[in-house]
């Protein structure tokens, strides 16, 4: 039998929803901009619309909401996204469950795509993967035996929060020195400011560096070392079969996917070493629609 | 029916066997001093003999071995445990299992403990589970859904290698500042040293907060502060329902754990402050016997 299932990607700037067929394949998608100036009931009935459309003429079995957290996945609860400003505490699920006969899920976005990257993309057929989005924060999701890990309070995957370097950047309500304050695309940025003086963010960094500069060089050196960091303690901590990487700041591929399976070996135990995988994602953009889609087909841990 | 699996607990100073049942209880057990300075293939003579004498009488489903690490539970082999001097690349499952008809298993002695303690002792009734165990170094295990996390190349709960400090001591061959070369046993023992004067390593610091030694005092809250990131580092990776902390070092429980559960808050997401459970393990010493009875019982992740 088909199946098939509504997956829909809230985001800050735009909200999409598709049906994604059992192969991951994205049948009809519908693309609106995200009115963040209304309020999220306005918003709600929006995406009640294009869930109702999408279902005419579709036997949908669920549909999978991927929303920015923080949030509770348990509870299907927005909680205050910094993305979604004025989505304080919002019950998302009931919302749309009101208006459906098919069970909803919700999960953060990083979730999705982690899921989706996991069953179509570059995490495929490997038995665990991790998810990592390096863009202007750092997300993850870890999928294990084909479930994300949600973990007891739905923060699994919030590794851009994870300490690596207590006495370092401060960055909004992270911990001193996290891993998102070093190796983000916005720390990319801060540091080209600080170092460079320029304001155009990791993008102008990048474009320095392919022009030959050697600050702009070793600011994204410096990147490299805080990435290997961080997915050497991964590796340590749960070591899965495959990191897939993406977001953003992953557009620079070829400025670091290289160096930084390199610089990985430096931190790792030496059993270990060329043997752990980094892939870039291979789904893009779609990867939070495709993935929301997957939430209501297999259980989370 | 009853379910009776034997499990090995081969230390660096003990080697331990012993009929477990479906409750967790140990039945009979037998222990001798494992002479390291014998070779490898004396001890597991020794080692089979014990299983043979524990399978008379009792109806044997499986045998797990819990063992020193590095190792690959995959293949069965120990790699060059610091702890077992001599065992370089030994087939141990290979050598166990020529002499019995039943499935024999291999895992590292903190990942045992872990399934051990998640089963019947301070994780049970939690979907998630973290074990660590502080002594000398820093251990861990994961246990998901009821099954241990090895991982891709059996590295998962390697967590003693985590970054957490990367101007921080070195220490063996583990990263520089790495949780275990700050929050371990030893690691007390050296401030002890450095700072006090003292050679009595972790027991005699303890000793000389309680008798109310300010600069002491010191040592274990710096102790306790790092503890308290890796802790919160392994919350926004995992999640896990509860922490079962185990180990030498919490001997010490009276003066670390208030005081750990407190500051742990200061490194997590406000949502999650009050929410993590850490608790004292409950098996102790009989952890790994009891975890590596279970190690045939369950498959792994």
Redesign the interface.
């Known amino acids: 039998m088909d199946m098939k299932t509504i997956g829909i990607d809230l985001g800050g700037t735009n909200l999409r929803a598709g049906v994604v067929d059992e192969k991951g394949s994205i049948l009809v998608e519908k693309s609106i901009r995200t009115e963040t100036d209304k309020e999220p009931a306005y918003v709600i009935q929006q995406m009640n619309d294009m869930i109702k459309e999408l279902m005419d003429g579709h036997d949908i079995s669920s549909i999978g909401i991927g929303s920015p957290g ?1 949030l509770n996945p348990h509870e299907g609860r927005i ?1 205050s996204p910094p993305n979604l400003p004025g989505w304080e505490d919002v019950p998302l699920v009931d919302e749309v469950q009101a208006a459906v006969d098919v069970p909803v899920h919700l999960d953060n976005d990083a979730n999705a795509a982690a899921l989706a990257e996991a069953a179509f993309g570059a995490g495929r057929g490997h ?2 993967s991790f998810y990592i989005t390096i863009s202007t924060g750092i997300g ?1 999701g ?1 999928v ?2 084909g479930k994300i ?19 370092g950047p401060s960055w909004s ?1 992270l ?1 001193a020195g996290s891993f998102e304050a070093l190796a983000s695309g916005t720390s990319i940025g801060r540091e080209g400011k600080a170092r460079l003086g320029v304001d155009g963010g990791a993008e102008e960094v990048f474009r320095k560096v392919k022009e030959g500069h050697e600050a702009a060089a070793l600011i994204v050196d410096d990147t490299i070392t805080y990435l290997a ?1 961080g997915i ?10 495959v990191f897939v990487l993406g977001g953003g700041v992953m557009q620079a591929e070829d400025l670091l996917l290289v160096p930084l399976r390199e610089r990985l070996n430096d ?1 790792l ?4 070493r060329n ?1 752990v995988k980094l892939e870039p994602a291979e789904l893009g953009t779609k990867a939070g629609l495709i993935g929301a889609a997957l939430l209501g087909r297999t259980e989370a ?1």
Chains 1, 2 share one sequence.
């Open positions: 923080p909680l038995a665990s993850g870890y294990l035996d890990v949600q973990g007891a309070q739905g923060y699994a995957g919030e590794i851009g929060n994870m300490i690596l370097k207590p006495d309500n911990n960091m050497a303690n991964l590796t340590h901590i749960v070591n899965p079969s931190y135990y030496p059993q270990l043997q841990l």
